[in-house]
C-alpha cells in the first residue's frame, strides 16, 4: 500500500504530505486553496483537482480539516472514490460525529479509521509523534506502516468513536489547566502580583499534579473515596475563598461557581468526609 491522498493542507495537513513524502509514499494532496499546495508539490506531491480525484488517486486518504462538518462534506464530494478505499478522518470533533462519518464511509463502501493528532507538527514523522487511531483492528494493522512514518501509532478499540473521545477528554486537561492558569495570573494581577512572580510558585503546583492525577484515576477507577487527606467539606471551604478572592481582584469566577456547585452536591449527599476524587460523580447529573 504506497499510494496516500491528503486532504487539507493546514500547518498539520503540510507536516502529515512531508512525512508521507519523506517516507517515500507516492502522495497526492488536495486543498481548497490551490497555492497551499506548493510547498509540498516542490517535493514531490501530485495536485488533484477534486476531492474525488484526490480520493481515486490513493489507497488510503487522510483528511485533516477543521471538524467533521467539512470532513463529512469532502466525503460526500467524492462520492463513488470511496468505494474500496481506506478513508482516515484525522480532524478533532466529538465521538458522536465520528461515529456518523463512519457510516457515511460504509454508505459509500469504504472503510474508515478515526484519528487523532496528539502532538504538534514539528513531532509529525518522528518518533515523538502520536496519533490515536479508532476502528476495525485489522484495518488498523494494514495501515500501521504508514501510520508509522508519521508518528508513533496506538490502536484504542473497534469504536469509531474510541479516539475522539481520548481526544476530547484530554483536550479537557489541557484547556482547562490553561483556563485556570488565565485565570490565577489575571486574580494575581489585582493583587499588585506580576506574572514573572507567580510563575515558579504556579510551575511547582505543575509539579505535584502528576501523583495527584494517579491517586484521583485510582479511586474513580475503584469507586475508592475513603481515607481522604482532602476532604470534599474542606475543599468546599477552600473553593469559596477562591472565590471571595476572585470577586475582590475584580475577576469572573464563573468556573469556580460550576465547580462550587458540584462540591456542594457531593456534601449535600452526606459525602463531605470522602476524599474530592467523589466529586467527579456530581458532574454526571
Known amino acids: 500500500m504506497t499510494a496516500v491522498a491528503v486532504l487539507g493542507l493546514g500547518p498539520m495537513g503540510q507536516a502529515l504530505s512531508g512525512a508521507l513524502l519523506d517516507a517515500n509514499y507516492r502522495t497526492t494532496v488536495w486543498n481548497r486553496t490551490e497555492a497551499k499546495a506548493d510547498a509540498v508539490r516542490v517535493r514531490g506531491a501530485a495536485w488533484a483537482a477534486t476531492p474525488a480525484e484526490a480520493v481515486a488517486a490513493g489507497d488510503v486518504t487522510l483528511i485533516n480539516v477543521v471538524d467533521h462538518d467539512v470532513v463529512d462534506v469532502l466525503v460526500e464530494q467524492a462520492g463513488d472514490a470511496v468505494a474500496g478505499r481506506v478513508i482516515v478522518g484525522l480532524s ?15 454508505d459509500l463502501g469504504g472503510r474508515y479509521l478515526d484519528g487523532a493528532i496528539m502532538t504538534p507538527t514539528e513531532t509529525i514523522g518522528t518518533p515523538s509523534g502520536s496519533i490515536l487511531l479508532a476502528g476495525p483492528e485489522q484495518l ?5 506502516d504508514l501510520f508509522g512514518a508519521l508518528g508513533e501509532p496506538t490502536w484504542l478499540g473497534s469504536d469509531h468513536g474510541r479516539a475522539a473521545a481520548f481526544d476530547m477528554s484530554l483536550l479537557d486537561v489541557f484547556w482547562t489547566s490553561v483556563s485556570g492558569f488565565l485565570h490565577a495570573l489575571t486574580m494575581a494581577r489585582g493583587n499588585g502580583i506580576t506574572p514573572g512572580e507567580l510563575l515558579p510558585h504556579a510551575r511547582g503546583i505543575v509539579d505535584i499534579l502528576g501523583p495527584i492525577f494517579d491517586e484521583f484515576a485510582e479511586r474513580i477507577a475503584n469507586s475508592r473515596h475513603d481515607d481522604s487527606s482532602a476532604p470534599v467539606s474542606s475543599v468546599a471551604t477552600s473553593v469559596r475563598h477562591l472565590i471571595a478572592a ?40
Not at 478533532?92 to 457515511?104: E, G
Request: aromatic share 4%; with cysteine.
Open 92 to 106: 478533532s470533533d466529538t465521538p458522536d460525529r465520528a461515529r456518523r462519518t463512519a457510516k457515511l464511509v460504509a
Open 140 to 144: 488498523f494493522a494494514t495501515c500501521r
Open 246 to 285: 476572585s470577586h475582590d481582584a475584580g475577576v469572573d469566577a464563573g468556573v469556580l461557581d460550576v465547580f462550587r456547585r458540584y462540591v456542594d452536591a457531593t456534601v449535600a449527599d452526606g459525602h463531605g468526609a470522602d476524599e474530592v476524587s467523589r466529586v467527579a460523580s456530581a458532574m454526571t447529573r
